[in-house]
């Protein structure tokens, strides 16, 4: 057998149906929530973590044996494990690697974090005799947190902004919050009263 050089063999990536199947298991129980079909697609093939024919064919067979169920939630169909893939999860898990494991949960993780931010905010660009105005708008759980408007010279520095805002919104409502709220006065001019002002 071909032996990889400072490569260990448990950073292979899944090659069998039946690892791919335990690893959807393992993730779908660990994250305790339902995906959509893209959403897994995603977090398994999105990082070359999972071949793509291997996935669609896990997910087929795991939907056959009943270990995946399908529901139907406001017109988007949502996968879910079973209660018999949820007892199968656990007991299995360890016969996919860890670090393979963990890396498919770090994938999840970080799309999860960014639809959610991609949900918190709202940006919007108009036009403007001498420019554009950025709109911006931060909300959680239904409630507006900020809103902001910013000028932008031109299109193209306009949807700079837009993506910048976009990129980590908690990040830019937390560096505004903690300027408008600071309470350190700003240090006094060299400047006395007294003094007579030099000309």
Not at 46 to 61: H, M, Q, R, S, T
Not at 78 to 93: I, T
Not at 125 to 142: A, F, L, M, R, Y
Not at 170 to 190: F, K
Request: aromatic share 10%.
């Amino acid at each position: 057998m071909f032996r990889y050089p400072n490569i260990k063999p448990e950073v292979f990536n899944p090659r069998e149906v039946y690892e791919v199947k335990l690893l959807m298991a393992y993730f779908l129980r660990q994250i305790d929530r339902a995906c959509t079909y893209a959403q897994l697609l995603e977090i398994f093939t999105g990082e070359g973590i999972v071949d793509y024919f291997l996935f669609i064919e896990a997910l087929k067979e795991m939907l056959d044996t009943g270990v995946i169920v399908k529901r139907s939630e406001d017109g988007i169909d949502l996968y879910e494990l079973s209660e018999k893939g949820r007892d199968g999860a656990e007991s299995f898990k360890k016969l996919v690697p860890k670090s393979v494991r963990d890396r498919v949960l770090a994938s999840g993780l970080r799309l999860f974090a960014r639809l959610k931010a991609e949900q918190s905010i709202q940006t919007d660009i108009k036009e403007h005799e001498n420019g554009c105005i950025v709109s911006c708008t931060v909300s959680d759980s239904g409630i507006t947190l900020m809103e902001l408007s910013l000028f932008a010279p031109d299109r193209e520095q306009a949807e700079h902004i837009a993506r910048k805002m976009r990129a980590n919104p908690a990040e830019l409502y937390g560096r505004i919050l903690d300027y408008v709220v600071c309470t350190e006065e700003a240090p006094s001019a060299p400047f006395e009263e007294d003094s007579p002002a030099e000309i």
